[in-house]
């Protein structure tokens, strides 16, 4: 157990429709990321959030917007979903920001859209 | 941005082979770190290389920086069916992009008892 609650495990939804990820960082750790895991591109960075602010911001598409709340848990929507938008969120958190940290992660949530 | 090669992308094994992967970057990396995913599973942090030339041990996992600092290799003895899974590497970008990593694509390893 890496301590990193992401909820739902499951989401299914159609085309056109805007859904919310939800992560809860380990206990202590300031830093939360979220990456999309897929087939064809493997594990990709969208975004960072350390202690509220953004930090980092990888190839996270305009439909998708994160935040990071004062008790420290992380919201992802995703919205206008696309077929293409099917694969695993993940989200991993650090106790801090800078890059020697290790990244502690969720089990994850799996996007299928229909 | 930050880009890491890694091969090979599928190893096969029987129970008892070794298996090395390697990761490589065209620039100077100012440390790399592996991690390892079961099937159906998430990430698991495995270890992290900073130093040029930098060796280090867990179990039967050898992990490997170069002395350039551009490649890393992540070496298991004697593997076991528990081995089974992708094992990343991960690179950090430089300046202020934190703690923003850029994962390799991985290398799938299946062990065959």
């Known amino acids: 157990d890496s301590g990193v609650t992401q909820t739902p495990k499951h989401l299914i939804t159609a085309t056109g429709q805007r859904v919310t990820l939800r992560c809860s960082p380990r206990s202590g750790d300031l830093s939360v990321y979220w990456y999309q895991q897929s087939l064809d591109q493997g594990l990709q960075f969208l975004i960072q959030y350390y202690n509220g602010e953004e930090r980092a911001k990888g190839n996270i598409l305009e439909r998708f917007s994160a935040q990071q709340f004062p008790d420290l848990h992380s919201e992802l929507n995703l919205s206008s979903l696309e077929l293409g938008d099917s694969a695993l969120y993940f989200c991993?958190?650090?106790?801090?920001?800078?890059?020697?940290?290790?990244?502690?992660f969720g089990d994850g949530t799996r996007l299928s859209i229909l | 941005g930050q880009q890491v090669m890694q091969i090979p992308q599928y190893q096969h094994v029987q129970e008892g082979e070794d298996f090395t992967t390697y990761c490589n970057s065209s620039?100077?990396?100012?440390?790399i770190q592996w991690y390892k995913q079961r099937p159906g599973g998430h990430p698991v942090f495995l270890i992290q290389l900073v130093k040029s030339g930098e060796v280090k041990k867990q179990k039967r996992l050898t992990f490997q920086f170069g002395e350039a600092k551009k490649n890393s290799s992540l070496h298991i003895t004697a593997t076991q069916t528990t081995d089974v899974g992708t094992y990343f590497c991960a690179v950090s970008a430089g300046g202020t992009s934190y703690g923003k990593l850029t994962f390799g694509q991985g290398t799938i390893l299946t062990v065959h008892p």
């Open positions: 620039t100077t990396l100012s440390n």
């Open positions: 991993a958190s650090s106790a801090r920001d800078n890059r020697n940290q290790p990244q502690h």
